[in-house]
T-cell receptor, first 108, second 116 residues
Framework: GQNIDQPTEMTATEGAIVQINCTYQ??????LFWYQQHAGEAPTFLSY????GLEEKGRFSSFLSRSKGYSYLLLKELQMKDSASYLC?????????FGAGTTVTVRA | DSGVTQTPKHLITATGQRVTLRCSPR?????VYWYQQSLDQGLQFLIQ???????AKGNILERFSAQQFPDLHSELNLSSLELGDSALYFC???????????????FGDGTRLSIL
């Protein structure tokens, strides 16, 4: 089966940096995705990693270590609008398996 | 706006009933995916269709079925509804049969199903 773990909640201050960790144990691996989801809304694509290393996209960066089954999403210069749930998802055999999500609350 | 259209946005029905949820993928996307999101289960993959053919199956109940039509829109049919089926149902689409950085899955706004 698939096991994807993320912290349930994190709180940070506006302008700060937050790192959301994701560990996974899956039967296969074809890539790891990060999605952002505001309450009651659709998930929106943030980043994708398939090779080890860091992918940077503006204020968001994502890191992957396949040997450790580990990824993190780094959010820099936090803004109030970044308050949302962040979902880690692993693709295996055409299927995306999602973690339960990490709710990030940004405080002024 | 992701370009993925789901109807209806809200659906309220009773136990034992049957409903159909509809999804139109983004223009040019051949894959359609269905997900269920409930408070205690998170986002769960149900089923994927690629160009009219079933490509992958997740934890989809036998009471649920889906299909993708020649115009690439998809329908998810839920029957013999139970209270536990209350959830947000999302449809997503992608260009190919496998998502990646250049062709990620794009999600619709979802259908909120409430079973009374």
């Amino acid at each position: 089966g698939q096991n994807i773990d993320q912290p349930t909640e994190m709180t940070a201050t506006e302008g700060a940096i937050v790192q959301i960790n994701c560990t996974y144990q899956t039967s296969g691996f074809n890539g790891l995705f990060w999605y952002q989801q505001h309450a009651g809304e659709a998930p929106t694509f943030l980043s994708y990693n398939v090779l080890d290393g860091l992918e940077e996209k503006g204020r968001f960066s994502s890191f992957l270590s396949r040997s450790k089954g580990y990824s993190y999403l780094l959010l820099k210069e936090l803004q109030m609008k970044d308050s949302a749930s962040y979902l880690c998802a692993v693709e295996d055999d055409y299927k995306l398996s999602f973690g339960a999500g990490t709710t990030v609350t940004v405080r002024a | 706006d992701s370009g993925v259209t789901q109807t209806p946005k809200h659906l309220i029905t009773a136990t034992g009933q049957r409903v159909t949820l509809r999804c139109s993928p983004r223009s040019g996307d051949l894959s359609v995916y269905w997900y269920q999101q409930s408070l205690d289960q998170g986002l769960q993959f149900l089923i994927q269709y690629y160009n009219g053919e079933e490509r992958a199956k997740g934890n989809i109940l036998e009471r649920f079925s889906a299909q993708q039509f020649p115009d690439l829109h998809s329908e998810l049919n839920l029957s013999s509804l139970e209270l536990g089926d209350s959830a947000l149902y999302f449809c997503a689409s992608s260009v190919g049969d496998r998502a990646n950085s250049n062709q990620p899955q794009h999600f619709g706004d979802g259908t909120r199903l409430s079973i009374l």
